[in-house]
């Protein structure tokens, strides 16, 4: 009598091909995981982009700048003039381009304390103080002895020790409001037009 073929149950390889899927959805990331981490790595995308404008105004010797960060579905500023801002205090506009940076976007608080926590740890760095300036530290004097030989050690010299670094306090609000631009129509009337924004504001003392 001829052999009969295996079962499936017994076949080669069966036990392997059964845990194949589950093995794959273990290694998953969970929806949770994949909206934090495509979030965070979009803000830091963004952070990327406004360093060089707090960096433009630190050199210029101010301690204070302030964001006005426009999402790409908010066009109001490529229509008209901002208001509602002095002319000391008039802030960078910054007009997000992309896809995922809509209104949906920026008003979810998570990607605001993101935001916040990426441009702190970014700017606030230990800031040493250089040893040039610093003051004339004498040593102590040593009792003078003649050695030996009949000679006197030479006088101590003061050495200049530079202060441990002093980290710079900064201070750095973010939050979403409506901004208003005004605009000018064919026929020359005026009117405004509102539109939400991130505000971002650094300041260091």
Do not use: C
Not at 125 to 143: A, H, I, Y
């Amino acid at each position: 009598m001829a052999d009969l073929p295996p079962s499936y149950e017994s076949a080669p390889g069966w036990e392997n091909r059964e845990q194949k899927p589950e093995s794959k959805l273990t290694h998953r990331f969970s929806i949770r995981e994949e909206v934090g981490i495509s979030r965070s790595q979009h803000v830091t995308a963004v952070v990327a982009k406004l360093l060089p404008h707090i960096k433009n105004r630190a050199r210029g010797g101010l301690s204070k700048s302030t964001l006005l960060l426009l999402p790409s579905d908010q066009d109001s500023s490529r229509k008209g003039e901002l208001v509602g801002y002095s002319g000391e205090e008039l802030p960078v506009l910054v007009q997000l381009e992309g896809e995922q940076d809509t209104i949906e976007f920026w008003s979810q608080p998570e990607a605001l304390d993101l935001l916040r926590g990426q441009v702190l740890a970014a700017i606030s760095d230990t800031l040493p103080t250089p040893p040039v300036n610093s003051p004339l530290v004498p040593k102590e004097p040593l009792p003078r002895k003649t050695s030996f030989f009949g000679r006197k050690p030479g006088k101590s010299s003061g050495t200049r020790t530079a202060p441990p670094p002093v980290k710079a306090p900064v201070a750095i609000e973010v939050h979403l409001d409506d901004v208003f631009f005004r605009t000018e129509t064919e026929y020359g009337l005026y009117q405004t037009l509102s539109g939400g924004a991130v505000v971002l504001t650094v300041e260091v003392s």
